[in-house]
């Protein structure tokens, strides 16, 4: 039997979800890169799971012949940082990244503080990298 995936697509408000991130600058900034994200995949804000807020949809099937679908681009805020949900970035793009300011990786996932803290120009651009691979 096909193990179900944990994070899938839900009708919670992202408004609300949103409303609830503290402190105060972490709610700025997850709204600041909702709008960018919206902006650069012309896509609306939904909640995949309890946490991440995504856009788009991207179906993924591995080489093991797992399938399921994902948001295309998204982040979650998290207690101690924001996660960026980028498909692609942290494998093809690190000189990039490291230009970007202070951040951290994980296997494909981009970790910061603040968005004062890294070049958000080079973020869209990453966010546009990633919904073309």
Same mark, same amino acid.
């Given at each position: 039997? $096909?193990?179900?995936?944990? @994070?899938?697509? @839900?009708? !919670?408000?992202?408004?609300?979800?949103?409303?609830?991130?503290?402190?105060?600058?972490?709610?700025?900034?997850?709204? !600041?890169?909702?709008?960018?994200? $919206?902006?650069?995949?012309k896509e609306k804000a939904?909640?995949?799971?309890?946490?991440?807020?995504?856009?788009?949809?991207?179906?993924?099937?591995?080489?093991?012949?797992? @399938?399921?679908? #994902?948001? %295309? #681009?998204?982040? %979650?805020?998290? =207690?101690?940082?924001?996660?960026?949900?980028?498909?692609?970035?942290?494998?093809?793009?690190?000189?990039?990244? =490291?230009?970007?300011? =202070?951040?951290? @990786?994980?296997?494909?996932?981009v970790y910061i503080n603040?968005?004062?803290? #890294?070049?958000?120009? #080079?973020? =869209?651009?990453?966010?546009?990298?990633?919904?073309?691979?």
């Open positions: 039997m $096909a193990k179900k995936n944990k @994070t899938v697509e @839900t009708e !919670a408000s992202v408004e609300k979800f949103l409303d609830g991130v503290e402190p105060e600058q972490k709610r700025d900034d997850c709204r !600041a890169i909702a709008k960018m994200m $919206a902006d650069v995949s939904k909640m995949w799971g309890t946490s991440i807020i995504g856009f788009g949809n991207y179906h993924y099937e591995y080489e093991s012949g797992r @399938t399921g679908d #994902i948001c %295309a #681009i998204g982040f %979650a805020p998290r =207690k101690s940082n924001i996660v960026l949900y980028m498909n692609g970035v942290v494998e093809n793009h690190g000189d990039d990244l =490291k230009k970007m300011g =202070k951040v951290k @990786t994980g296997k494909g996932c603040k968005l004062s803290e #890294i070049d958000t120009k #080079i973020l =869209k651009d990453l966010m546009k990298k990633s919904l073309k691979n």
